[in-house]
């Protein structure tokens, strides 16, 4: 609904829609922030475009640093962190000591995102709609690459699939950008 008001510049409705989809999976405000881009530089809309960015990357950040640990049952005593971190394999017990990690060894989470699995993951995705469609409106298929490589990076298997749903979030925009190059 949000990426059809997009289309047909119904910015309220879009708002609307963009809002119920934040109530849907934490990681949607990668999606939210990605369509507040794509308003700046694509369509020059300043005043629709840096609210929805802000409010994507702050749903995100809130809700993953904040919301979801808050409820979810620590696996040890006074464990804090994004319990969906497991699915990227880093190692640290916080958020500084991760981030220590990955910025120490980088190779190892960009390796995943473009390793022979990651590249069979990117063809489960591109097949069903046609290799060329998406690509008709690229600039409506850039708004999932954040889900992509986030999709991408895991060190699970079930993650490049959608068994576990993460995928999910990037097919109303492949389908879309489909849609809006046809």
Same mark, same amino acid.
């Given at each position: ?10 910015? /309220? ?9 934040? @109530?849907? /999976? %934490? ?19 300043? /005043? ?26 620590? /696996?040890?005593?006074?464990?804090? =962190? ?26 190892? =989470? ?5 390793? $022979?699995?990651?590249? =069979? ?14 690509? @008709?409106? $690229? ?12 999709? @991408?990076?895991?060190?699970?298997? $079930?993650?490049?699939?959608? %068994?576990?749903?993460? @995928? ?5 925009? =492949? ?8």
């Amino acid at each position: 609904w949000a990426l059809y008001a997009l289309y047909m510049g119904q910015r /309220k409705r879009m708002v609307v829609a963009l809002l119920l989809a934040l @109530l849907c /999976k %934490e990681n949607i405000g990668l999606v939210v922030f990605m369509i507040g881009l794509y308003l700046i530089f694509f369509e020059r809309d300043w /005043k629709w475009g840096i609210p929805v960015a802000l409010v994507g990357v702050t749903w995100l950040l809130a809700v993953s640093l904040w919301v979801v640990p808050a409820l979810a049952q620590p /696996k040890t005593e006074g464990a804090a =962190l994004y319990p969906q971190l497991g699915v990227f394999c880093l190692e640290g017990e916080s958020y500084g000591e991760i981030l220590a990690n990955v910025l120490r060894e980088p190779g190892v =989470l960009v390796g995943r995102i473009f390793d $022979s699995e990651a590249l =069979l993951a990117l063809l489960r995705i591109a097949i069903p709609v046609g290799l060329i469609l998406p690509f @008709l409106a $690229s600039d409506w298929l850039l708004m999932i690459v954040p889900s992509l490589l986030y999709m @991408l990076a895991s060190c699970l298997g $079930s993650m490049h699939r959608l %068994e576990s749903w993460y @995928l999910a979030e990037a097919l109303p925009g =492949l389908f879309a950008a489909v849609a809006v190059g046809l």
